[in-house]
């Protein structure tokens, strides 16, 4: 059984930063693109960023305007997790975060697998 499960979510003040984490299980993630995304209360889900698969650790890496410049992704294939670093964080970046598991390298035919999610909060 495929599980994605992200965890280091929490309360930060504005400026500040997080790690999130995915672990997935159930199967090997390494050449399958791996992405984040969020759900704020009453608002539709957004792209975060996403990194495509690879056999080995070198990727690329994609991300939302709203984030590029303060976000990072990056993956561990011997791990078979992919990480969030979230900086110089913002009020409007608090929203519950997902990671997801694609169907192949890239992110063309859409998303397969979603963890639960973990609640970010940015107090102004």
């Known amino acids: 059984q495929v599980q994605l499960v992200e965890s280091g979510g929490g309360l930060v003040q504005a400026g500040g930063s997080l790690r999130l984490s995915c672990a997935a299980s159930?199967?090997?993630?390494?050449?399958?693109?791996m992405g984040w995304f969020r759900q704020a209360p009453g608002k539709e889900r957004e792209f975060v960023g996403a990194a495509s698969g690879s056999a080995v650790n070198t990727y690329y890496t994609y991300y939302a305007n709203s984030v590029k410049g303060r976000f990072t992704i990056s993956r561990d294939n011997a791990k078979n997790s992919v990480y969030l670093q979230m900086n110089n964080l913002k009020p409007e970046d608090t929203a519950v975060y997902h990671c997801?598991?694609?169907?192949?390298?890239?992110?063309?035919?859409?998303?397969?697998?979603w963890g639960q999610g973990t609640q970010v909060t940015v107090s102004s």
């Open positions: 159930g199967r090997t993630f390494s050449g399958y693109a």
């Open positions: 997801a598991a694609a169907y192949d390298s890239t992110w063309s035919l859409g998303w397969r697998y």
